[in-house]
């Protein structure tokens, strides 16, 4: 019984950090699916944070969306997985400073990050999805991490 | 360690380079990597009033931007109602008349969205976005 209940706890733990792997993982897939449909739009999305040259905006946008879903691939499917962890980390804190520096500066910025649907959300709304997207990959970076510790 | 995580992201980075070009080559007739908006595609307030009566104004703003205040006869036709929207200037439009879309301000996106489903949606010609939109309409009002 004893035995059982200890081999239970880290069962239960990897279910749960697997279904945090597909939540996100599934988010960077939709997400990246929606921009790569409709790259002229993200252009616009990117140029309107007014940061970068036009012709830059225009390549992230055709780049960007595809790192995205190959990045949400590698967590839901474990492969290439630290790595997909590494960029979408990345990615996010990037997408973070852009709005709150877009903000900061007073521009009228469309959220870009889940296409259309996202046109009209607020800053706070953009902020807080950001973050929790943040949170959810840094647990997941510190999980990895703890596990690779302990294996070695 | 640390090598094999930069080797996954460097594998992650160059797989997403693949389709990107891909993507980038079959929407090159479709974007331009000059400029967000041809300047063939842009008109200055002066140049709009310029027009007159050939001019067909549309307000790309949200509908209590536009009910609040707007351009003397423009039309609303915004993405939240496009449906509703586009039939009542659709009625209004003619093929000699020029089309001016304006949003907010500099900063703003509608306006250029708006046209470019003005051209590609309703294949309209002489679809131009307005120059620091309707800001800049205010200050030279």
């Known amino acids: 019984m004893t ?47 007014k940061i970068l040259p036009w012709t830059i905006g225009v390549a992230l946008a055709f780049y960007v969306p595809w790192l995205e879903i190959f990045c949400g691939i590698a967590l839901v499917l474990r492969f290439l997985y630290r790595g997909g962890l590494s960029i979408l980390t990345a990615l996010v804190l990037v997408f973070t400073l852009a709005t709150v520096a877009a903000k900061v500066r007073g521009l009228d910025i469309t959220c870009g990050c889940f296409g259309h649907a996202s046109q009209h959300w607020s800053f706070p709304a953009h902020i807080a999805t950001n973050l929790a997207i943040l949170a959810a990959l840094l647990a997941l970076c510190f999980q990895a991490a703890a596990k690779r510790k302990a294996a070695h | ?64 931007d536009f009910a609040h205040d707007h351009v003397p006869g423009a039309f609303s036709l915004n993405e939240d109602r496009w449906n509703a929207l586009l039939p009542q200037f659709l009625a209004a439009w003619s093929p000699s008349k020029k089309v001016v879309v304006y949003c907010s301000s500099l900063n703003c996106n509608a306006s250029r969205e708006v046209a470019r489903r003005l051209r590609d949606e309703a294949q309209l010609k002489n679809v131009f976005v307005l120059e620091g939109g309707w800001e800049e309409w205010l200050k030279k009002k």
């Open chain 2, 1 to 64: 360690m640390k090598s094999a995580l930069v080797c996954q992201t460097l594998v992650l980075a160059a797989l997403a380079l693949v389709p990107g070009i891909g993507e980038a080559l079959y929407f090159h007739d479709k974007i331009s990597w000059r400029s967000s908006i041809p300047a063939s595609e842009m008109v200055s307030v002066e140049q709009a009033r310029a027009w007159g009566d050939s001019a067909i104004w549309v307000d790309a703003r949200p509908d209590e």
């Open chain 1, 3 to 49: 035995s059982a209940t200890f081999n239970l706890k880290p069962q239960t733990s990897n279910i749960l950090w697997r279904i945090v792997d597909l939540i996100v993982g599934g988010i960077f897939i939709y997400a990246g699916a929606l921009k790569m449909f409709d790259p002229v739009r993200f252009a616009s999305d990117i140029d309107n944070y």
